[in-house]
């Protein structure tokens, strides 16, 4: 890493300029781009563009109807915030999951979506509350749907000089679960995890995600239409929106589990995760 330059920009604008360099990259929390550059993966990489410290990037704030989560924000920032509390907990329940406390203490919102992982545990949450990506080039801004925003593992819908600037909300309350499956009960990358939002504005909303069971992370539409059609949530219907869920799961085999077990589990963490929201 000795050859590496180190750039501290004070704006959003100037890191952006800089990252227009061939061989730069934004590093946040360094949580995950540390670790990955010690290792070898980038044997290119020139520079680093540490946007960690840009105070607009790692405030929570509204705007209008909207909730805006800067991507700079570390993962006890968010769960410790009151109005995520209150307003958005399967967020703050995904993010409770990741790593330890010295990794959410560092880990950021905005590296774990860039990183792009299909077990990226704040991605189904995000999902599940129908964010929008917030991403700029330092004069120019654009919205993508989090659906969009991933192309396949670890590629995203980023051009060279954007950075994301953080997540819009709908200012709603809502409620939700978010539950994940890994080596250990902490600690651990995900096998499968699922995210599950649920918000009533005159009716019942629902909408579930997972990850880890496709290259990028899954929403589960026949799940959540059947659940928006029930007229109550018994154990009956908790049953048949787990099939769906099951059928939608398209996993793979992998070093860290197999395909048959992922898309067993996605039936199981969808039913554990609606008996407490029904409950
Ligand atoms: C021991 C350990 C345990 C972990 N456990 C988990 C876990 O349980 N669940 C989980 O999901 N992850 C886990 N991770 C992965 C990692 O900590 C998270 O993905 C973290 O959220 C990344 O955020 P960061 O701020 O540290 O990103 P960084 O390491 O700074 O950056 C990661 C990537 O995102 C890019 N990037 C960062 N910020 C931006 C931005 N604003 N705009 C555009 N690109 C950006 C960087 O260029 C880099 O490519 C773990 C990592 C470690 C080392």
Same mark, same amino acid.
């Given at each position: 890493?000795?050859? /590496?330059?180190?750039?501290? !920009?004070?704006?959003?604008?100037?890191?952006?300029?800089?990252?227009?360099? !061939?061989?730069?990259?934004?590093?946040?929390?360094?949580?995950?781009?540390?670790?990955?550059?010690?290792?070898?993966? @980038?044997?290119?990489?020139? $520079?680093?563009?540490?946007?960690?410290?840009?105070?607009?990037?790692?405030?929570?704030?509204?705007?209008?109807?909207? =909730?805006? /989560?800067?991507?700079?924000?570390?993962?006890?920032?968010? /769960?410790?915030?009151?109005?995520?509390?209150? @307003?958005?907990?399967?967020?703050?329940?995904?993010?409770?999951?990741?790593?330890?406390?010295? /990794?959410?203490?560092?880990?950021?919102? $905005?590296?774990?979506?860039?990183?792009?992982? !299909?077990?990226?545990?704040?991605?189904?949450?995000? @999902?599940?509350?129908?964010?929008?990506?917030?991403?700029?080039?330092?004069?120019?801004?654009?919205?993508? !749907?989090?659906?969009?925003?991933?192309?396949?593992?670890?590629?995203?819908?980023?051009?060279?000089?954007?950075?994301?600037?953080?997540?819009?909300?709908?200012?709603?309350?809502?409620?939700?679960?978010?539950?994940?499956?890994?080596?250990?009960?902490?600690?651990?990358?995900?096998?499968?995890?699922?995210?599950?939002?649920?918000?009533?504005? $005159?009716?019942?909303?629902?909408?579930?995600?997972?990850?880890?069971?496709?290259?990028? =992370?899954?929403?589960?539409?026949?799940?959540?239409? @059947?659940?928006?059609?029930?007229?109550?949530?018994?154990?009956?219907?908790?049953?048949?929106?787990?099939?769906?869920?099951?059928?939608?799961?398209?996993?793979?085999?992998?070093?860290?589990?197999?395909?048959?077990?992922?898309?067993?589990?996605?039936? =199981?963490?969808?039913?554990?995760?609606?008996?407490?929201?029904?409950?």
């Amino acid at each position: 890493m000795n050859n /590496i330059q180190f750039i501290r !920009p004070t704006s959003i604008q100037a890191a952006c300029e800089a990252l227009k360099n !061939p061989g730069f990259m934004p590093v946040s929390g360094g949580s995950d781009l540390v670790v990955k550059i010690r290792n070898g993966l @980038y044997p290119n990489l020139e $520079g680093l563009v540490d946007i960690g410290d840009l105070s607009p990037l790692n405030l929570i704030r509204t705007d209008e109807n909207r =909730v805006i /989560i800067g991507s700079g924000c570390t993962m006890s920032q968010i /769960i410790n915030d009151r109005l995520m509390q209150d @307003y958005f907990p399967t967020l703050v329940k995904a993010a409770s999951t990741v790593g330890a406390m010295q /990794i959410r203490n560092s880990a950021t919102i $905005g590296g774990n979506v860039a990183n792009a992982s !299909p077990a990226g545990d704040t991605i189904p949450a995000l @999902y599940s509350l129908e964010a929008r990506v917030m991403i700029t080039d330092g004069n120019n801004a654009r919205k993508v !749907p989090i659906e969009e925003f991933f192309l396949s593992p670890g590629k995203t819908k980023l051009e060279a000089g954007e950075i994301i600037e953080g997540f819009s909300l709908l200012f709603r309350k809502t409620r939700g679960e978010f539950l994940k499956l890994g080596e250990r009960r902490a600690h651990a990358i995900s096998k499968i995890n699922m995210a599950v939002s649920t918000w009533n504005d $005159g009716r019942d909303h629902w909408r579930i995600a997972m990850g880890s069971v496709a290259p990028t =992370v899954l929403r589960c539409p026949e799940a959540e239409e @059947y659940l928006e059609k029930c007229a109550t949530i018994d154990d009956a219907a908790i049953d048949k929106a787990a099939e769906l869920a099951c059928n939608t799961a398209k996993p793979i085999s992998d070093l860290r589990s197999t395909s048959a077990y992922r898309k067993k589990m996605a039936g =199981v963490l969808l039913k554990r995760s609606l008996q407490a929201l029904t409950k």
